[in-house]
């Protein structure tokens, strides 16, 4: 049984910081790509970041393209979002998700496998 399991949002004001982690079970981690997700109130999902099954390749939506950065241990089958320059804009909740082809896709149609999710919230 595969399961994602997010970790670290919370309320932080607007310049600030959070890490974003992302465990993973039940799967060769190793194999997948993973992905960031968001979704704010009333808005569609959205794709944040992603990176390719062994890290060589990055992906990032232009909204946070020098702010976020995604980066994976394999060893530890764990995913991370740093998210630095926070912006009320962000707040959302943030999901990951894992893609058994293994590129760094930025459609989420793409992913097998969603956590449930973790709350930001940035406060201005």
């Known amino acids: 049984q595969v399961q994602l399991v997010e970790s670290g949002g919370g309320l932080v004001q607007a310049g600030g910081s959070l890490r974003l982690s992302c465990a993973a079970s039940?799967?060769?981690?190793?194999?997948?790509?993973m992905g960031w997700f968001r979704q704010a109130p009333g808005k569609e999902r959205e794709f944040v970041a992603a990176?390719?099954?062994?890290?060589?390749?990055?992906k990032y939506a232009d909204s946070v393209k020098g702010r976020f950065t995604i980066s994976r241990d394999n060893a530890k089958n764990t995913v991370y979002l740093q998210m630095n320059s926070l912006k009320p804009e962000d707040t959302a909740v943030y999901y990951c998700?894992?893609?058994?082809?293994?590129?760094?896709?930025?459609?989420?149609?793409?992913?097998?496998?969603w956590g449930q999710g973790t709350q930001v919230t940035v406060s201005s």
């Open positions: 990176v390719s099954w062994g890290g060589g390749s990055t």
């Open positions: 998700a894992a893609d058994k082809w293994g590129l760094a896709e930025t459609d989420s149609d793409s992913y097998d496998y």
């Open positions: 039940g799967l060769t981690f190793s194999h997948y790509a």
